[in-house]
């Protein structure tokens, strides 16, 4: 395990692409296919150029996150009642899984996609991050406690990126701890293919795998309510339009 203190960088440069017109409560993501996710209470919308699709459940009341790095397997959380719905493609629920009914008891503060049929989640009972089998319900691994607040939580089907106001820990899927960074003010993040790119106040950094450095992302002041990576492009939204760059990384 290694333990790296943050460093400052040269700077990333950005090639403005585009800006768009959108107001939305809450952009989830953007794919590769210009697939558009967004939040507005207790619906996720599904956009593509052809059509839209909805998703609510009226039980479960408004949405805490969703997560389509899975577009197969979506999931979207309700930490209100401590429950995750699992969706396909089509929006459908194809799985369910209510928290307050496993034995043991779990309380569940974020969560994100694995790899097979398995969930990264937060128990903030025990202050440890788990790999869950929601189909076998068993927990595959599970980390050490983590003694400080967590903030985010990203994942891929390799790795999975637990950020908190001390530290960004970086586990495999195996649940090994395989590295430590001091964290100076980032406050949330995103992965695009293995790589990072966190906030800090209102400047963008990138994060490249397998590296120790951030590099600040050159952006217009602009105000950065979401962003997202896909490939290089990077999208920032601020309530009424949505801008697109190319990071120009070398």
Not at 28 to 37: A, L, R
Not at 220 to 226: D, F, H, M, R, V
């Amino acid at each position: 395990m290694l333990t790296l203190a943050l460093s400052a960088q040269q700077p990333i440069e950005t090639k403005f692409i585009k800006k768009t017109s959108l107001q939305t409560e809450s952009l989830v993501s953007i794919d590769n296919f210009k697939t558009f996710y967004f939040l507005n209470a207790s619906v996720l919308e599904k956009k593509d150029p052809d059509k839209t699709i909805t998703y609510s459940n009226v039980q479960l009341g408004d949405i805490t996150s969703a997560n389509t790095y899975n577009p197969l397997k979506i999931n979207i959380f309700y930490r209100d009642f401590n429950t995750v719905v699992i969706l396909d493609n089509r929006l459908a629920e194809i799985f369910k899984i209510d928290f307050n009914n496993l034995t043991p008891y779990k309380s569940i503060s974020h969560v994100s996609t694995g790899h097979d049929n398995t969930l990264w989640v937060f128990n903030q009972d025990t202050q440890q991050l788990e790999l869950y089998d929601y189909k076998a319900n068993t927990t595959r691994t599970k980390t050490l406690p983590i003694a400080s607040t967590v903030m985010d939580l990203k994942s891929n089907y390799n790795y999975c990126w637990l950020l908190t106001n001390t530290h960004l820990y970086i586990y495999n899927y195996f649940g090994s701890l395989i590295r430590k960074i001091e964290n100076n003010g980032f406050t949330s993040m995103v992965e695009t293919n293995g790589n990072l790119v966190l906030k800090k106040d209102n400047v963008l950094y990138f994060l490249k795998k397998n590296t120790e450095a951030f590099h600040p992302i050159a952006t217009p002041n602009l105000l950065i309510k979401q962003f997202f990576v896909t490939n290089e492009t990077l999208y920032i939204y601020n309530d009424k339009t949505l801008s697109e760059y190319q990071i120009l990384i070398n």
